[in-house]
């Protein structure tokens, strides 16, 4: 947990968020300035910066699970998933995220 960290006080309960999902590492909540109809962040738990910091494989494969579980869940079978790492790719928010973006709302 850093202290500094949005998504680390969103992930771990301190700011109150309604989770989309939850899995036993990731959390799955609505993006609070969406790019689609539907624009949702999987976020680990644990606060890794970029995905050039994780090494965690089992972590790997469960943020992944949470994609599919989660749009699964909401019945959207079309969607684009997308990670920023690093500035210059335009990550504002360094607590590695996945976004999904989805054309329609469910
Ligand atoms: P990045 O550019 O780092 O890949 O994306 C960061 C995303 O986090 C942006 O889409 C932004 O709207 C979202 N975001 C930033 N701060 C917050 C917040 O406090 N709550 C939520 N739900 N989303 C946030
Ligand atoms: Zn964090």
């Known amino acids: 947990m850093n202290e500094d960290c949005i998504?680390?006080?969103i992930a771990n309960g301190i700011i109150p968020t309604k989770f989309?999902?939850?899995s036993?590492?990731?959390v799955v909540f609505n993006d609070i300035?969406?790019?689609?109809p539907m624009h949702m962040l999987v976020v680990p738990k644990k606060h890794y910066a970029t995905l050039n910091d994780l090494d965690?494989?089992?972590l790997m494969s469960e943020l992944l699970q949470s994609v599919k579980e989660v749009t699964k869940k909401l019945n959207i079978s079309d969607y684009k998933t997308l990670i920023n790492t690093g500035?210059?790719?335009g990550q504002e928010v360094f607590h590695?995220?996945?976004h999904i973006l989805a054309d329609k709302k469910s």
Request: proline share 5%.
């Open 7 to 9: 998504f680390c006080k």
């Open 20 to 22: 989309v999902y939850e």
């Open 24 to 26: 036993a590492n990731t």
């Open 33 to 36: 300035n969406p790019k689609a």
């Open 56 to 58: 965690d494989k089992e």
């Open 87 to 89: 500035k210059g790719a």
């Open 96 to 98: 590695l995220h996945i």
